[in-house]
């Protein structure tokens, strides 16, 4: 058998990795010049499914705890296990008990466990909520990475304006194009997230950091070479224009509310992605006239990308297994 891959972002390479790993012929096309675009390209990398339990069903840490695994596996050291912490200023400390009450696997710490897991951090906080199972990835290196060993598997990428293959060369055509597919795809819709990059060599930081905030929980994810990420809003529209000013603005005053030399930090990149998502914000492998389509990732992408690749192969094995005809493209 062999499938046609619509979509090189963060599903798409993970279902293109799996595939492979069971022996089936892919092939990835993409109306980008460069893997992992799109909103793949400005997340967060956090493998955190004890944290996002917070805001989201159950399903998500169920499938999200074998995340950190799976991409250890396909690229190994590019996993950090250094656990999340969740902090709040003092004003919102109420906050913290909110989001202990809705999620687990965590420990309280005090001032002085703060400043042993991060001593840039010492004397600013009383107390925070530490994730210790918790890991993180840079979403940049992480998809290069997947498409650099699928080049060696010899995997085809048709990617910009080189011309395409014919579809109907192949058995199946997956559809992994994320925001593109909101206007096919029934039930999905899209939701904003932006985010900036800072850099300053006044900070060290050992794993990401969720400052909780009364519009949107703002996370600082250490990245190399003295920069950090920080994101990510989540506003109901398809808008990818420019970052707004309010949310540029939380974005430093979080940075700054956890660290003073955040104050002097450089701005060095903002970023805009708009994230397709059901009614539930949960994604969903489902049938389409062509084949199958991963759907709906909201701000779950790395989490959950490796569970709906695994579902996806899975289904793809089966009918190869019970030696069904494929959908063919028309």
Known sequence: ?????????????????????RGIKVALVDTASMVGQGASHYAGGMLAPYCEREAADEIVLTLGRGAADWW?????????????????PSRDAGDLNRFASRTSGFEWVNETQIAALEPA???????????????????????????RTLLQRGVCFYLGDVPKPDFSAFDLVVDCTGAAAIEQQPGLRGVRGEMIYLRT???????PIRLLHPRHPI???????????????MIEAEDDGPISARSLMEF????????????EARLIETGVGTRPAFADNIPRVIETADGLAIAGMHRHGF???PAMARQAAERIEQTVANHQKPRLVS
């Open 219 to 233: 996370y600082i994810v250490p990245r190399a070479n003295h920069r950090f990420m920080v994101g990510a809003t």
């Open 1 to 21: 058998m062999s499938v046609l891959i619509k979509g090189t972002g963060v599903a798409g390479l993970t279902l293109a990795t799996e595939l492979t790993r």
């Open 252 to 263: 430093l005053n979080a940075a700054y509310t956890l660290h003073p030399a955040f104050g």
């Open 121 to 147: 951090l010492a004397g600013r906080f009383r107390r925070g909520l530490f994730f210790a199972q918790e890991a993180h990835l840079d979403p940049r290196q992480a998809l290069d990475g997947l498409w």
């Open 72 to 88: 250890e596996a396909a690229l190994p050291g590019s996993v950090t296990r250094n656990g999340t912490l969740v902090l709040a």
């Open 303 to 305: 989490l959950l990308s």
């Open 201 to 207: 060599p006044e900070v060290a930081l050992s794993r």
